[in-house]
């Protein structure tokens, strides 16, 4: 799979997950459009207010300065624990100084914060999925697409846990064209696995499709 550098999750929790509305891509799991993306400018002096500190901590991320990232993070949920966004960037920069236990605590006080923050839940289950803890994994995205069912990155993790991780090809098939849908994604990779899965699971067999493939 694709991966784009790591250097774009700043790029992908926008502002906008101040106030708790994050629907932007993953990076690291979702097929790029370019593997070297544009970064913003260098930070300038942070402002007092919540919506400036978090956009001098997305510039920090953009230059991979993690851990003054994390300090200023730190200070601003502190403030502001009750705004799901900064947890969910903390989390992120956890992950990228390889503290899990503090970046699973960070993306559990996203969801203490806003329980239907689908970027939150999107991150626990990359988190699980990376550490080995699939159907911990699992359920953190079925969680996510409870509360966002059109959440298409949502989709496009529950796709690769079923092709890579948790082999199911209904599931996978069936995550893979909702991902392609809401994207309206013309990838010629993807495009590859759906076309190689369903192969796998005959349109006439509705009797094979899991449970789950049926919601």
Not at 54 to 65: G, N, Q, S, T, W
Not at 119 to 125: I, K, P, S, T, Y
Not at 185 to 198: F, G, P, V, Y
């Amino acid at each position: 799979m694709t991966r784009i550098h790591i250097a774009a999750l700043a790029l992908v929790i926008i502002a906008a997950v101040l106030s708790g509305c994050a629907s932007a891509p993953v990076d690291n799991n979702v097929m790029p459009t370019s593997d070297t993306p544009s970064k913003p400018a260098a930070p300038a002096s942070p402002l007092k207010d919540a919506e400036g500190k978090h956009r001098y901590v997305l510039a920090l991320m953009a230059k991979e300065d993690w851990q003054k990232a994390a300090e200023e993070l730190e200070h601003l949920t502190a403030a502001r624990p009750k705004l799901p966004g900064p947890w969910v960037n903390l989390g992120i920069v956890r992950t990228m100084l390889g503290d899990s236990t503090a970046a699973e605590a960070a993306f559990k006080a996203a969801l203490d914060a806003d329980a239907g923050m689908a970027e939150a839940w999107n991150q626990l289950g990359i988190l699980y999925r990376r550490s080995g803890h699939l159907e911990k994994a699992r359920a953190a995205y079925n969680a996510g697409l409870e509360r966002s069912p059109d959440h298409a990155d949502l989709h496009w993790n529950l796709a690769l846990l079923h092709d890579r991780y948790l082999p199911d090809p209904v599931l996978a098939l069936t995550h893979y064209e909702r991902y392609q849908q809401l994207t309206k994604s013309s990838d010629a990779q993807l495009q590859l696995w759906i076309t190689k899965l369903r192969e796998q699971v005959p349109a006439d067999k509705p009797e094979k499709m899991t449970t789950e493939a049926k919601k």
